[in-house]
């Protein structure tokens, strides 16, 4: 864990599978102080499964306590169209799809405030290392 503007950093950006992501969002959502920020890259190597999987994953997102879901990668895509299309419970969420670390860093920037529990996970060759390594200077 890493702090970031006030904000807790849980840096995950190894591995990604099904069952490690539900983990980790769970725990994310466990260890949340004021909000949870679930920052997901493409599970990869899923195979033929990997559309399924990545929108049963966003069916599953929408249930979960979290404040904001950026999904990134073109198979996240779809985790990202389920979890918007469960939302309509009330509550209120933000959700963000993109295709590179850059644009996912600048977004994370906009919305993070103290206190936030922020977690970074996504397959290895995602990158998701990215979104921190081009801040090292913030990041502590």
């Given at each position: 864990m890493k702090s970031l503007m006030g904000a807790v950093v849980i840096n995950d950006a190894f591995n990604a599978n099904p069952a490690s992501i539900r983990a980790s969002v769970t725990e994310t959502v466990r260890l949340k102080h004021t909000r949870a920020i679930v920052v997901l890259?493409?599970?990869l190597e899923l195979g033929m499964y990997s559309e399924e999987e990545h929108r049963k994953l966003g069916q599953w997102l929408a249930s979960m306590d979290i404040d904001v879901f950026i999904a990134l990668g073109?198979?996240?895509k779809f985790a990202h169209e389920e979890y918007v299309s469960r939302l309509s419970n009330g509550r209120s969420k933000s959700a963000f799809?993109?295709?590179?670390?850059?644009?996912?860093?600048?977004?994370i920037f906009e919305i993070i405030k103290e206190k936030d529990t922020v977690l970074i996970k996504g397959s290895r060759a995602m990158g998701m290392e990215n979104i921190l390594r081009v801040t090292e200077n913030i990041v502590k």
């Open positions: 890259g493409d599970m073109p198979m996240m799809h993109m295709e590179d670390t850059d644009r996912a860093r600048r977004i």
